[in-house]
């Protein structure tokens, strides 16, 4: 099992050594796996920081990672007041295609297994679980 636990403070740049650390944890994970979850975990930042943190250099971003070889666990929380995940505008309505946000969520849903959200609203936890034997057969092919 492999536990880790990342402060940083509300600013793109500290996204990337985040990301390149969880992958690095994930190096067998297959392609497909981490692909969605390098997306999901940079768009769950992002909206803690810009949403949650409103862009606050003053404020952080924790987030928490485990993998256990079948499971990856990411959470992310923002220090910002939280909100309502379910009052965000689903984004394949025609009435919202236009609309500039509210599809962060939506990927994130769609590229992950699980996915909940705590009732403060400002902690986003994401589950996905690797599949070992699509894994030998991706490394075969």
């Known amino acids: 099992m492999i536990k880790k636990t990342f402060t940083i403070r509300t600013s793109l740049k500290e996204i990337p050594p985040v990301i390149k650390e969880i992958l690095a944890c994930l190096k067998d994970g297959g392609r497909d796996a981490l692909h969605d979850i390098k997306l ?79 009732n403060s609203g400002n902690r986003l936890e994401m589950i996905k679980y690797i599949n070992k034997i699509t894994l030998i057969i991706l490394t075969m092919i």
């Open 40 to 118: 999901a975990v940079e768009e769950a930042i992002i909206n803690a920081m810009k949403h949650g943190n409103k862009f606050n250099e003053k404020l952080y971003v924790v987030v928490d990672f485990e993998y256990d070889g079948n499971k990856v666990g990411i959470a992310v929380q923002d220090e910002g007041r939280g909100y309502d995940h379910r009052d965000v505008p689903d984004p394949t309505l025609e009435e919202n295609i236009l609309r500039g946000h509210g599809r962060g969520v939506f990927l994130i849903k769609k590229l992950m297994d699980e996915v909940h959200f705590n």
